[in-house]
């Protein structure tokens, strides 16, 4: 959590800095602040509320400097005040520092350096301590820094003495570095503060200590030895990263997921087969030497685990286990060379899902990570990667890196399963063919959001809802359910439809809409019978249904049709109308959907 950004260079650096921070501001947004370089001090303005915020303090006192750090905040030490956010200083001001991370042993170093601390965070103890080791050598400092701190960080500092210089280390919390061909530098949390300088980057590794100047960019190990960096080219372009006329970055997210299918389809299929060999260099004996499959993730990337759970189980003989990633990494897990582990994650640095990830490697079994950032922290660690190419996601919410996910992971599982040998290729064509029919059906359903937004001006009074679906459909009943709790902050519960008579049923009045998701599948008339006990306690029904399925003609309050599929796929076409009756029902309600409270898009904090 938290977003870091630093730049030296020939522009207004606080230009620079808010609009760095604007495309961070996923990363957390309950303060935020900057530090600039104006000879011969440095000036620090920062306070509660968004970057807008702190845009609008620059108005009423200008800073004027070409280099400087900035920071938007996720409070985890001390409350949002204007103390604790960032940038924070040692006793002396001549250091001044931005942090993302938790510090796990600042309150050991506090009681060793006694003073007065303004803050209650563990970033102004790290300055304390930094000004402590600083001796003239910034680099020797920072060596002896990261060896007293315990937990996680990526640094940005600067120090009075030491103008035109801006120091980065990285422990644990991402840090990425990119030089434009006008000689100016910078460092930021994530790339979309960097890309509209420059699309070569270099992602620091832990332990890493840069040093950004005009004249370049220099780095050190941990162990302090010069080291030479690999240059990683980011092919996104910075028009990915703005609204594109759209009011929010939700909804652009949400309309682009024809494209995210046929993007993360793209190069992985050829006629109507799986070609992912390149990507994944398993052989059939790989294949076979496993027994099990792990599938780890949090939030909606372990939604979309469990949508493919379903197919994973059908087409290949694994013994399957999906768990989130909080629980797997405290387990007795029997994971080891048998086995293959999954870990999806949109951003590559949840930390359960990382420390899920190491446990895993360290019991020797084959790790791959499926991902939308190629330069994440999971990206590099594990063995193989299978990338989204579903483009930067901004929204808080998770929407198309949703849908890339349960694309990448049904290849995954086309690709696995042929390996095995259980893939007949009539089979393998009308499981293909199916799917590149998807986007237009995807599209299909974007094509008449107008009826959701009516449907949820409808239902906009209402404050529980209870989702329900069975097989497939129950984990796109939880991803639904989460849509509309994350930004509308409306009380929405999922459960697999048959087990609301073990419970929730008991919550169900007319006051209580029942969101159904029931496509003309196998399970279907089992779900009939679960929406005429919700009508029996008079709950309004809203039902997602097949289309030219009149089934439900009569029955539920309000139908919504979606383009017929296979079985395996209707996922990809359930889920889009529930993300867009979340978005419309947090619009008509004036929530913040694309910065919802209380979330940060990176949860790197365990
Ligand atoms: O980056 P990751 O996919 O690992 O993130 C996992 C969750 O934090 C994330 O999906 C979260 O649940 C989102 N807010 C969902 O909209």
Not at 289 to 315: M, N, P, Q
Not at 372 to 401: C, F, M, W, Y
Request: net charge negative; proline share 4%; with cysteine.
């Amino acid at each position: 959590m938290c977003g870091i950004v630093g730049y030296v260079g020939h522009r207004n650096v606080s230009d620079v800095i808010i609009a760095g921070l604007q495309s961070l501001e996923y990363r957390g947004y309950d303060s935020a602040g900057m530090a600039v370089l104006e000879a011969p001090g440095i000036t620090i303005v920062k306070g509660v509320g968004k970057v807008s915020d702190l845009r609008k303090m620059l108005s009423e006192r200008p800073l004027c400097g070409s280099q400087g750090i900035g920071h938007t905040r996720w409070a985890t030490h001390g409350g949002v005040t204007e103390e604790n956010a960032h940038p924070h200083c040692d006793s002396s001001s001549n250091i001044v520092l931005v942090h993302n991370g938790i510090v796990e042993n600042y309150r050991e170093i506090r009681s060793e350096i006694p003073g007065e601390y303004r803050s209650e965070t563990d970033t102004e103890v790290v300055a304390q301590l930094l000004s402590t080791l600083y001796r003239g050598n910034m680099v020797g400092a920072l060596v002896e820094l990261q060896s007293r701190l315990r937990g996680s960080f990526a640094l940005a500092i600067m120090a009075k003495d030491l103008p035109g210089k801006i120091y980065c280390l990285r422990k644990g919390s991402p840090l990425v570095v990119g030089m434009s061909r006008d000689g100016e530098s910078l460092c930021a949390s994530d790339v979309p503060a960097i890309l509209p300088y420059t699309q070569d980057v270099v992602y620091l590794d832990d332990g890493d200590i840069s040093e950004l100047s005009t004249a370049g960019i220099r780095f050190w190990n941990a162990a302090g030895e010069s080291v030479e960096k690999r240059v990683s080219h980011i092919d996104w372009d910075v028009s990915m990263v703005d609204k594109g006329g759209y009011p929010h970055f939700m909804l652009k997210e949400i309309n682009e997921q024809g494209a995210v299918l046929r993007n993360s389809m793209a190069g992985r299929i050829s006629g109507r087969r799986v070609v992912l060999s390149e990507e994944l260099p398993w052989t059939r004996d790989d294949v076979l030497s496993w027994k099990k499959l792990h599938v780890v993730a949090c939030g909606t990337s372990y939604y979309a685990a469990l949508v493919a759970e379903r197919f994973l189980e059908d087409i290949t003989g694994f013994d399957i286990r999906v768990d989130v990633a909080s629980e797997y990494r405290y387990r007795n897990i029997m994971a080891g060379p048998d086995t293959l582990a999954v870990f999806v994650s949109q951003s590559g640095e949840t930390a359960d899902t990382l420390a899920a990830e190491r446990l895993a490697m360290g019991k020797g079994a084959r790790c791959l990570a499926v991902t939308n950032v190629l330069g994440s922290t999971l990206a590099r660690e594990v063995h193989d990667i299978l990338q989204l190419k579903a483009g930067p996601e901004i929204g808080v919410a998770a929407t198309k890196t949703f849908m890339g996910q349960i694309t990448v992971l049904y290849l995954l599982a086309l690709h696995l399963a042929k390996l095995q040998g259980r893939l007949p290729a009539a089979m393998e064509e009308e499981l293909v063919g199916e799917m590149l029919s998807l986007p237009y059906k995807v599209e299909a359903v974007l094509a008449r959001q107008e009826s959701l937004q009516k449907l949820a001006a409808i239902y906009s009074a209402a404050e529980d809802f209870l989702y329900l679906g069975r097989g497939r459909s129950f984990p796109v009943a939880l991803e639904g359910a989460l849509k509309l709790k994350e930004i509308s902050y409306i009380h929405a519960e999922a459960y697999a439809a048959g087990e609301m008579k073990h419970g929730p049923i008991a919550l169900l009045d007319r006051n209580v809409p029942v969101v159904v998701i029931t496509p003309k599948d196998g399970l279907h008339e089992k779900t009939f019978s679960n929406i005429l006990e919700a009508k029996a306690r008079r709950a309004p029904v809203i039902a997602l249904v097949t289309e030219g399925d009149s089934s439900l003609d009569g029955t539920a309050d309000h139908v919504f049709p979606v383009p017929a599929t296979l079985d395996q796929f209707t996922p990809f076409v359930t889920v889009v109308p529930l993300q867009l009756f979340a978005y419309y029902f947090a619009k008509f309600l004036g929530c913040d959907i694309d910065q919802p409270r209380n979330l940060a898009k990176s949860v790197t904090v365990e």
